[in-house]
């Protein structure tokens, strides 16, 4: 594990990554991987700050994740390495038919969250009661309206500085796209399944198929986006700039006149995505007074690309070079074709 990790995260450096969020990591292993990336940040090996998450993968898990949250952040809270989130995977996705949709899926399937009601609300109080955040795996539009539905009881009782981040936010129903704002929750995505792809409409339906991935609508009313990757489950789109082409064109990467998934509307612009990578990732892991952009007082943690991406034509941004990357003032990564 140590190896495999060393050469992940000098391959996180050459992408140009600084930090990311762990989204946890399955029980029979979480503790063997959390002491190999204790000992790496002992030894200097770390290239990314990271905050880590213990997930609840089910209900019987959901039952001691903060206790096991609990005792791991009391052993791993520096600002290399942070273990302060709740990850609750409340659903699945769209291509096994496990999302929960607010209506039976075309076949008739009907796939209810994983938590719901007082017994999402429940834990997720308990995690903010102790300063922890929360990080929710919510893909289909019941899942992510359970999302909001327990961002909602967490502010009504006070926790304003809890960090609550929706993962994925495939499908949102229209009337709960102003919550997120409104409980400041943070939608996050991933640019790489902005494409079309045809084999959802099957598994979805027109209507559903029709408003994938509403984020600039979400981001209209004032919240905040994150994007990151689902690797190493899904292998495509770890890279940051891949991320930021799909999420700008909504086009897979490989084809310029590939279609856009519909709704056009929904592309996202390059400041939105840039910001969503840089200072709303800060946000999300409770660094923005740290990292997350360029001021007096933060740590060093940037990257150099070789063009401005405001100036690159949209279906050539996944090539933009990385030239240097810092963390802390410290290369981890230096581009041959760079010079200081």
Sequence with gaps: ????????????????VTGFV???????FEQRAVQQIA?????GELRQRICGCVMAEDPESAKTAVERLRALHARHHSDMYNIHTLKIVNDGTVESRSCALRGPYPDGRVVEPMLQGEALARVCLEAAAEGFHLHIHAIGDRAVHETLMAARAVREAGYFDTRIINAHTHLTAREDIPLFARYNVL???????????????????????DRQFQLRSILSHGTRMTLGSDFPADEMGREPLKGIQMGVTRQIYSDPGAPILAPAAERLTVEQCLEA???NAAYGMHMEDRTGSIEV?????LVVLEKDLNEVPVHHMMNTRVLLTMLGGKPTYVNEAFRF
């Design 1 to 16: 594990i140590s190896d495999a990790c060393k050469r992940i995260f000098r391959e996180y450096s050459a992408l140009g």
């Design 22 to 28: 762990d989204c946890g990591i399955f029980g029979a």
């Design 39 to 43: 000992d790496l940040e002992a030894q």
């Design 187 to 209: 939608a996050n995505t991933s640019g790489i399944w902005h494409y079309d792809a045809p084999e959802n409409r099957d598994i979805l339906g027109d209507e559903r198929y």
């Design 277 to 279: 990578y840089t200072i």
């Design 297 to 301: 007082g933060k740590y060093a943690d």
